[in-house]
């Protein structure tokens, strides 16, 4: 039960570059979530989507584009990567009524 | 703006100690709630979620809410030094389609001393 991955889990990009960060996950959980976690601001959601073709903005989405076209996929892109975006991406899911939310192991992004 | 707010710490323990770790939050109308461990290096992982006012324990760790005083805590009985890490709290937002959201504390940094 590989439960929810993500890839790459770590990439080094130069500034200006498109990059899309991957999350998928085996349990069909209807709730994905994107957040970023830097040191003093704890987790920040980015994006979430409740549903395949059903996305919506989280507290810091500018920058960032999600699309979620099946149930188990949820891909992040950053569509010119600033330097300011150089953070620890998570990728999140929950199906059970009580909200519970997974996580998968995360992807070290840093953008030069 | 909807807030979980909690000691960032470090909290210091004796091994064999009870390390009791606070959260409290500003949304009023939020029914569930979680604490994650997160090791350096890794992702948070779910330890405790507790939905009623009181306790629930499970194995030794035991998780309070008490809804009137918007607060929730984390009571971790004999500490081990591989408690060591950094607990958040989660609080589910309570409006519109947003339910399945949650807010996550900063965190409070614990280190279990041998």
């Known amino acids: 039960d590989a439960g929810i991955t993500q890839s790459p889990r770590y990439k080094i990009t130069e500034t200006g570059r498109q990059v899309t960060l991957m999350c998928h996950q085996t349990?069909?959980?209807?709730?994905m979530f994107w957040y970023r976690q830097d040191l003093g601001h704890g987790l920040r959601l980015i994006y979430y989507?409740?549903?395949?073709?059903?996305?919506d903005k989280g507290e810091v989405p500018d920058g960032y584009v999600v699309s979620r076209s099946k149930t188990e996929n949820f891909p992040l892109t950053l569509e010119s990567a600033t330097r300011s975006q150089t953070s620890v991406y998570f990728c999140a899911s929950t199906g059970g009524l009580g909200y519970e939310q997974y996580f998968g192991p995360g992807t070290r992004l840093t953008v030069t | 703006q909807k807030e979980v707010e909690q000691n960032s710490g470090p909290l210091s323990v004796p091994e064999g100690a009870i390390a009791s770790l606070n959260c409290t939050y500003s949304?009023?109308?939020?029914?569930?709630f979680f604490w994650y461990r997160q090791y350096s290096g890794k992702s948070p992982e779910l330890i405790m979620s507790i939905y009623s006012n009181g306790d629930k324990e499970d194995g030794r760790f035991t998780a309070q809410l008490n809804k009137a005083s918007q607060y929730v805590s984390l009571l971790i009985r004999d500490s081990q030094p591989s408690d060591s890490a950094t607990y958040l709290c989660a609080v589910n937002r309570d409006y519109g389609g947003s339910q399945g959201n949650l807010i996550f504390g900063k965190g409070t940094k614990l280190s279990v001393k041998p």
């Open positions: 949304d009023r109308g939020s029914q569930s």
């Open positions: 349990w069909s959980h209807s709730y």
């Open positions: 989507s409740a549903a395949a073709d059903i996305t």
